[in-house]
């Protein structure tokens, strides 16, 4: 059985804001409006799943075309789906196919073990 958590960002209550001719955030936030067709989720790897982390770390943000679902971000970071069995977007429940907002923070944590 899979597990699905879901909520917006707290940075800016998921508002967009203007980034600076370098593509920075002001200081009190981390995102940026932007027109591009995609747009950028805070995501956090939990355990083992930080091997599929593209920069080698276990928090960083992540751009994903707009109107993507939480499951096209797994797709898109290299995962197997069914490693990915409680996905936290915040507080807020939902399902794979949950579609993602600007700023979101989306963490990922594998199925639990034990015996």
Known sequence: MTAVIASSS???GGA???CDAQGQAPPDSSWCQ??????KVRVELQAYLDQYSPNGQETFDYEVPDGARVKDLVVKLG?????ASV???G???ANPSHA????DRVTLIPPLAGG
Not at 34 to 39: K, L
Not at 79 to 83: K, R, V
Not at 100 to 103: Q, R, V
């Open 10 to 12: 707290g940075h800016n």
């Open 79 to 83: 995962m197997p789906e069914e490693l």
């Open 100 to 103: 993602l907002n600007e700023g």
């Open 16 to 18: 967009n804001v203007e």
């Open 91 to 93: 507080e807020t429940n």
């Open 34 to 39: 932007n027109d591009s067709g995609v747009m």
């Open 87 to 89: 996905i936290i977007v």
